[in-house]
């Protein structure tokens, strides 16, 4: 079993962000974030997550005009923000990325597959914002993950080919607590549960 | 920071089990599991992911029309199969689970908000299903995550009012590794991640 400090720090203790104290996030930690992260599964090991990590003045600029109000400041302070978005065409990879069955790509080809192909990028690459979380706090970062954004407008400025969609934001940094709200109530395994 | 072995279990070598011992799923094991997933962050605290655990097979058999032909068998023998789905009126939740907004229900409410409110379901459910994959590892369950069956069918026969929608299943116990798979190949840093 995993013991009770790993377990507060991923999940019980951990707490979303709204402030970062002044020290950098390096390379390497950002590298060993995304190598935790890619271990999680996917369908057909597809991995539809893509991510910008913005960390220079000049990124940051080119995200602020897609940046909610309540959002701004915090995210412009973050020492990064990760764009976390998924590949609409992530089964272009599938011939090397799941080996198991060569005609995996021909489930999402094509025309006729478009609704398939988005739902499936959706829904793994949300999965893997998840791991991507978690990861984040395992190797010692804290997250603030965001959807109050404009996608639309973040979408134009950093994938204007159209290929790759941004799916929600994460500031990453080391957590300033007294900027931490209160923790809010989760629901119970009876409101959200069942065993049949 | 946590230790190797901890990060082992969690994402590095784990694996997708493809069949299970026979040593059954003890309900505390089942709540452990939901009360580290549902510490994750969702937007606003929503937290629309819904869990039904079948293990009776009464509860299989009602699965069963659903499940695609390659995951039929295996489904079918596992110790528990998680439906994990959201709710499409986890708004409703919010002045309870978001009190320090008690305007977000009304970001969600209405014809207006639907698109709004599918999409934060479907991201939010799925992110949650990450934390519940990562989560059921941690208390030492082995996971089958699947998106191979038919959504319609299995809402028709577990969510007949239409308010929560089947995301995936994942099959849980107790691994096999006689019935694991190779490991794909995981996309590199430099295929999925950029730093600007």
Avoid at 109 to 130: E, H, I, K, L, V
Avoid at 174 to 182: L, M, R, V
Wanted: glycine share 6%; with cysteine.
């Amino acid at each position: 079993m995993i013991d009770d400090r790993a377990l507060d720090q991923l999940f019980r203790t951990a707490r979303t962000a709204n402030g970062f104290v002044d020290r950098p996030v390096a390379d390497e930690t950002l590298r060993a974030l995304y190598d935790l992260a890619r271990m999680g599964p996917t369908a057909a090991n597809a991995q539809p997550m893509r991510v910008l990590f913005l960390r220079s003045a000049q990124a940051k600029e080119r995200l602020r005009p897609a940046l909610s109000a309540g959002n701004l400041e915090k995210t412009m302070a973050a020492p990064v923000c990760a764009i976390v978005a998924f590949d609409t065409r992530f089964h272009e990879h599938l011939p090397v990325v799941f080996p198991h069955n060569p005609a995996a790509k021909s489930w999402f080809d094509g025309d006729a597959n478009a609704t398939a192909r988005m739902t499936s990028a959706f829904r793994n690459g949300s999965m893997q914002g998840g791991y991507f979380i978690l990861a984040a706090r395992a190797v010692g970062l804290d997250c603030g993950p965001m959807s109050g954004f404009d996608n639309a407008k973040l979408d134009a400025a950093f994938f204007p080919d159209g290929r790759f969609k941004s799916n929600f934001l994460c500031n990453l940094g080391y957590i300033d607590p007294s900027k931490t709200f209160a923790r809010s109530p989760r629901l119970s395994f009876e409101e959200a549960c069942q065993v049949l």
